[in-house]
């Protein structure tokens, strides 16, 4: 059974930061590239940061500069850290997993962030 995990969401206010965790089980973790995705209400859901097997990264230009991601394979996690945080950010954030080859593409359940002005 495959389960990504994510806790870290919250009410912050705007200027504040947060850091997302992602713990998945039930894959090869050192196997997948990981990543970060959001989806505020009434909206699509979108890609904020990726980090691929390797290590390198990719963030939307919407967060650059503010939002890091990192993973540690034998923790089998993934973190989002997200400073200077805007009422724009608010959304649900979503840990996704996706292994090359057999192009599985799994999804945990979202954790919650709330950014007031």
């Known amino acids: 059974q495959v389960q990504l995990v994510e806790s870290g969401g919250g009410l912050v206010q705007s200027g504040g930061s947060l850091r997302l965790s992602c713990v998945a089980s039930?894959?090869?973790?050192?196997?997948?590239?990981m990543g970060w995705y959001r989806q505020a209400p009434g909206k699509q859901r979108e890609p904020v940061a990726t980090?691929?097997?390797?290590?390198?990264?990719n963030y939307a230009d919407s967060v650059k500069g503010r939002f890091t991601i990192s993973r540690d394979n034998a923790k089998n996690t993934v973190w989002l850290q997200m400073d200077s945080l805007k009422p724009e950010d608010t959304a649900v954030y979503f840990c996704?997993?996706?292994?090359?080859?057999?192009?599985?593409?799994?999804w945990g359940q979202g954790t919650p962030v709330t950014v007031s002005p």
């Open positions: 996704t997993a996706y292994r090359p080859l057999l192009g599985n593409r799994y």
């Open positions: 039930g894959i090869s973790f050192g196997a997948n590239d």
């Open positions: 980090i691929i097997r390797g290590g390198s990264t």
